[in-house]
């Protein structure tokens, strides 16, 4: 392939993906400079290894594990640099976080924090990127049955922080994040 099709390749894609790449990465970070870094290393990792990158929807899928991994390696440096301050920030924001107007919200930032990282991803990529379980194990390079386990782990660890935090709550706020068994 030569570079004139390389580039046309990488702009294909771009086109087709930027927008999915940078809402999870903005619903990932915490300030849109951040998902802006995040994105733009995704891209330029894709670029670098243009004969990597599969085709079609497969490609999307690659590039949300690209994301990931970024996004870990983020995280990982940006924990190296947390002082007091950044701790402290965090306090003030949820002593001052103003509640959701429909109340709906009460509770589940609080149960999520809860739980492991891994959980939060499986569920975002569950629910804010609308990944079935086929399409998380891609992104996760694990097996289709392993994503499904995992997912439902998830959704159960979940349920159990949210009735911790809103005991009253639990059985209704969580029946949507338990995957329905089709009869």
């Given at each position: ?14 086109r ?6 940078l ?26 290894r243009?004969?990597?990158?599969p ?11 690209v ?8 995280r ?22 103003a ?13 999520m924090?809860?739980?492991a990282?891994s ?5 975002a ?14 992104v ?10 995992r ?11 949210l ?11 969580a ?5 329905k068994?089709?009869?």
């Amino acid at each position: 392939m030569s570079e004139q099709d390389d580039r046309s390749r990488f702009e294909a894609v771009y086109r087709r993906t930027y927008e999915q790449i940078l809402g999870y990465a903005v619903r990932r970070c915490s300030s849109p400079e951040d998902a802006a870094d995040v994105v733009a290393e995704t891209y330029v990792i894709a670029w670098r290894r243009m004969t990597e990158l599969p085709d079609g929807d497969a490609g999307r899928l690659w590039l949300y594990g690209v994301a990931r991994r970024v996004l870990a390696n983020h995280r990982r440096s940006e924990r190296r640099r947390l002082t007091r301050h950044t701790e402290l920030t965090d306090e003030i924001e949820k002593l001052y976080a103003a509640p959701s107007p429909d109340g709906e919200q009460h509770g589940v930032d609080d149960a999520m924090d809860l739980l492991a990282d891994s959980d939060r991803e499986l569920l975002a990529l569950a629910l804010w990127e609308g990944l079935d379980p086929g399409e998380i194990a891609t992104v996760l390079g694990c097996s289709r049955n392993a994503a499904r386990i995992r997912l439902h782990r998830a959704r159960r660890r979940f349920a159990k922080a949210l009735e911790r935090i809103r005991p009253s709550a639990a059985g209704s706020a969580a029946r949507p994040l338990i995957e329905k068994r089709s009869g």
